[in-house]
T-cell receptor, first 117, second 109 residues
Framework: GAVVSQHPSRVICKSGTSVKIECRSLDFQATTMFWYRQFPKQSLMLMATSNEGSKATYEQGVEKDKFLINHASLTLSTLTVTSAHPEDSSFYIC?????????????FGQGTRLTVV | AQRVTQPEKLLSVFKGAPVELKCNYSYSGSPELFWYVQYSRQRLQLLLRHISRESIKGFTADLNKGETSFHLKKPFAQEEDSAMYYCALSGQGAQKLVFGQGTRLTINP
């Protein structure tokens, strides 16, 4: 199957700083990328959907000014957590859909564990 | 609104026994339903989708529109089936994938 890579896999940052997480589709063009948040022992909560070249669509309750999403190319989307606070500590997962085999199947990254201290 | 419900957080069965993981959904149109699996220390991966009507690793799932269900079944569980299973729904024309709460399946030897 297609490969989606997230970087970094783990990050620790100080409260008040910003953190950027990258999501790349390695062998297909991802027309749509999704960002999820997963709390311990809970399901994936969809945060936003981004289409290449356009603004992301955020789910209700997700602060767009806090979680900045950029999908500038067909292989890269970034999630920036701005002015991070301890309550932003979580596991963030991206997934991507594109043409061909990935047209309906969403492929997932390995996730990024963010810890804000 | 799209909603997926997996009523069982935990499910434990013995090796060789049948397994059924329940999934119910709420959606006004024609949904696409999926089952994703996450093995220990691995990323989420697609197990099967209703439109392909195939059996993967011995698992099958039938979409029942009358009962709005998409239960995952396997007649004889194997130890390697132990994992976290998520049911997911994508709405008609919409691309976003909404997940259920997940069921942790443990197969006992």
């Amino acid at each position: 199957g297609a490969v989606v890579s997230q970087h970094p896999s783990r990050v620790i940052c100080k409260s008040g700083t910003s953190v950027k997480i990258e999501c790349r589709s390695l062998d297909f063009q991802a027309t749509t990328m999704f960002w999820y948040r997963q709390f311990p022992k809970q399901s994936l909560m969809l945060m936003a959907t981004s289409n290449e070249g356009s603004k992301a669509t955020y789910e209700q309750g997700v602060e767009k000014d806090k979680f900045l999403i950029n999908h500038a190319s067909l292989t890269l989307s970034t999630l920036t957590v701005t002015s991070a606070h301890p309550e932003d500590s979580s596991f963030y997962i991206c997934s991507a859909r594109g043409g061909g085999q990935a047209e309906t199947e969403a492929f997932f990254g390995q996730g990024t564990r963010l810890t804000v201290v | 609104a799209q909603r997926v419900t997996q009523p069982e957080k935990l499910l434990s069965v013995f090796k060789g026994a049948p397994v059924e993981l329940k999934c119910n959904y709420s959606y006004s149109g024609s949904p696409e339903l999926f089952w994703y699996v996450q093995y220990s220390r691995q990323r989420l991966q697609l197990l099967l989708r209703h439109i392909s009507r195939e059996s993967i690793k011995g698992f099958t799932a039938d979409l029942n529109k009358g009962e709005t269900s998409f239960h995952l079944k396997k007649p004889f569980a194997q130890e390697e089936d132990s994992a976290m299973y998520y049911c997911a729904l994508s709405g008609q024309g919409a691309q976003k994938l909404v997940f259920g709460q997940g069921t942790r399946l443990t197969i006992n030897p």
